[in-house]
């Protein structure tokens, strides 16, 4: 055997044995229907999957840690700049959702009657909002750096 050969079977016995000690990630249905967006935080762990009723979040290996309810009609996902929180658009609830990733809850940003955020992104200490609802074309802006948050 020459010392090529010997070399092609030592990486193919490493391969083989790096496969066989990593096992497959079990697959776990998601009690989601339709996904509208997905964000991945790895300082906490955490994979967002939002959905039309529920967000769900994962574990960074794809195996369930837990859900946000009450999230219906959540259209995205905007990890916040220090990493403290995660912002999610909720349209229907008129509202910008505010998720700890460490206690996996949630509170919420009303934004009034009229105001469907379909798309957010924050600079610096506010938080841009496309407006989704029906009428003229709107972008909402929310301070953060109150408290009640100011829209």
């Known amino acids: 055997m020459n010392r090529r050969s010997a070399l092609r079977w030592i ?14 990630a079990a697959s776990v249905p998601l009690n989601v229907s339709q996904v509208s967006d997905i964000a991945v935080d ?17 574990n960074l290996d794809g195996s369930v840690k837990g859900a946000i309810p009450d999230t219906a009609d959540a259209t995205d996902i905007d990890l916040s700049h220090d990493g403290s929180a ?14 700890n990733p460490v206690a996996l809850t949630m509170t919420t940003i009303d934004l009034g009657w009229g105001r469907c955020p ?5 600079v610096g200490g506010v938080l841009w909002f496309k407006d989704d609802c029906p009428g003229p074309f709107i972008v909402g802006a929310v301070n953060l750096g109150s408290s009640p948050a100011t829209t």
């Open 118 to 122: 379909s798309s957010i992104a924050q």
């Open 42 to 58: 790895e300082a906490h762990g955490n994979i967002y999957i939002a959905d039309a009723n529920v967000i769900a979040v994962l």
């Open 86 to 99: 995660i912002y999610v658009a909720l349209r229907s609830k008129h509202a910008i959702g505010v998720i």
């Open 11 to 24: 990486s193919i016995a490493v391969c083989l044995l790096a496969t066989a000690a990593t096992p497959a």
